[in-house]
């Protein structure tokens, strides 16, 4: 069974699709939203990969996914150039400083090679116009502050036009057209708005196809995923709020982790921080990026 965070719910709603036959499409922005999420995973993360088995609940799908796939792997594992490059990317032209021109080849080049990966699994990469909005962004805008939510106003525009899309997509008579997604806004504006499509997240989509009457043969028969099976297979809460350290330091020190001596005050801080913080809440990104400045700089002024 796939085991990291995101594959688990992928590779059951895909043979789930595969198996009811449903047509399934995915917008080109959110395609190039994952070339992106691979660039970044390359800038900051390509030193640490090997390092710590947290790593697998990283929330770059990308490291989250290479991290398990290397554990289980071991020294028959692709390296991370290796693996970049079959989506597309050459790790040797990745750079935190790179232009956005080269980023945004770089970008491009993965995104049509993802989405031949894609349409080789059947999954059809579709047109979503990002030239107006109309209604739509100023609606979504209110959402994302009014739940105090920072997102990229470049990913505002793709969610716009991803809900244009759907609402002016034609669909056969009788079918039904649905966004999945784990982002919460979307829910919230379809909630608001009476458009014809409906927005689910994995796992209750995956409920949904389960209880659709199955061929013969299907292996998921009678069996339904609930939000308490899809917890068990994210194994340790421990290793999620470790990787959520990973990420914020990435964040910050992207490639300049590729500096051994601040690898290893990484690495320490993030076992002290682990430590001394209090698991009975989430960790605090912004409390995290805070005491990791004050342990770069002296040790022994962390206090967390």
């Known amino acids: 069974m796939t085991t990291y965070r995101y594959g688990y719910s992928a590779r059951l709603l895909y043979d789930l699709i595969k198996d009811h036959r449903f047509e399934t499409f995915i917008p080109d922005v959110y395609v190039e939203e994952i070339g992106a999420h691979l660039i970044e995973a390359c800038i900051g993360y390509q030193h640490i990969i090997g390092l710590d088995d947290d790593l697998s609940f990283s929330g770059n799908a990308f490291v989250s996914h290479y991290a398990c796939y290397l554990k289980k792997r071991g020294e028959k594992a692709l ?9 597309g990317i050459s790790l040797d032209r990745i750079r935190a400083d790179m232009s956005d021109q080269d980023f945004y080849l770089c970008r491009n080049g993965s995104r049509n090679e993802i989405s031949y990966l ?17 209604e ?56 608001q708005h009476k458009y014809k499509y409906e927005v689910l997240n994995p796992v209750s989509l995956i ?14 028969k009678n069996k339904i995923t609930t939000l308490v099976d899809f917890a068990k297979s994210q194994s340790s809460y421990m290793m999620e709020q470790g990787a959520k350290i990973w990420d914020e330091i990435v964040s910050l020190e992207k490639d300049a982790l590729a500096d ?12 002290y921080y682990m430590a001394n913080a209090s698991m009975d809440q989430e960790l605090d990104q912004d409390d995290i990026a805070r005491a990791w400045e004050v342990w770069k700089k002296d040790k022994s002024g962390m206090v967390v």
């Open 136 to 191: 739509i962004k100023p609606s979504l805008t209110a959402i994302l502050e009014g739940q105090n939510i920072k997102k990229p106003d470049i990913l505002v525009t793709h969610d716009v036009a991803v809900i244009k899309y759907l609402y002016g997509a034609e669909a056969s008579p009788g079918a039904v057209k649905i966004l999945c997604t784990w982002d919460k806004v979307h829910s919230v504006f379809k909630a």
């Open 79 to 87: 390296s991370f150039k290796q693996y970049a490059d079959l989506f």
């Open 260 to 271: 051994a001596e601040l690898l290893e005050k990484a690495r320490e801080f993030k076992n």
């Open 207 to 220: 409920d949904l196809f389960s209880l659709a009457k199955p061929r013969p043969h299907y292996k998921y």
């Open 118 to 134: 894609l349409f080789r699994y059947g999954i059809e990469t579709v047109h979503c116009d990002t030239s107006y909005s109309g």
